[in-house]
């Protein structure tokens, strides 16, 4: 089994911790430099992604996880950690940075406001039918060559692809840690 960890700066870090354990995954949480040294994976919680930034840079964290995503460090962005891993973020903070490592140019708050939150039904390749908890979601707007999807909606302005991997690299514009469905999870942790 893999081991995973869970960035713990900002964000929904309890709820994916506790989705991972539930599939008997070895979980740590990662506020550290250090803390990062013996996972194969990291996961990059919903929250608010101009504060997760902040935070990375702060705990030198950035130039750490930067490293060990040259070594093949798992990743799994789940909205603002999507937002974190996104080649290009649209609508972001002017001073907003992110990895760059998934080839995708996604919209903050592509789907509205807060008040504009909304869950739907999903059809996720090679899981099949998921709910999907979307908050103040990220739109993937465009995507590489490169980049494998895995789930898409139809939200009335045309369908964006919500589930992405590019290699290790995974993205998910919706909140899997917040149902009791654990498929999503297993899948990253089956492709570790
Ligand atoms: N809109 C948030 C951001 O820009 C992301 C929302 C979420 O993670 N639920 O960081």
Redesign the pocket.
Known sequence: MPRVGVLALQ?DVREHEAAFVELGVDVRRVRTAAHLDDVDALVI????????AHLLDTSGLRSEIGTRLGSGLAIFG????L?LVARDVLD?RVDQWSFGVLDVSVR??GYGRQIASFETELEVHGVGNVHGVF????KIEAIGDDVVVLASHDHGGGTHPVLVRQGRVWGCSF?PELTNDRRVQRLFVESI
């Not at 919680?45 to 997760?52: C, F, L, Q, Y």
């Not at 789940?78 to 950690?81: I, R």
């Not at 908050?135 to 990220?138: E, G, Q």
């Open positions: 964000g919680p919903g929250g608010e992604s101009t504060a997760i789940t909205c603002a950690g937002i972001g903050r708050n908050i103040r979601a990220p909140h």
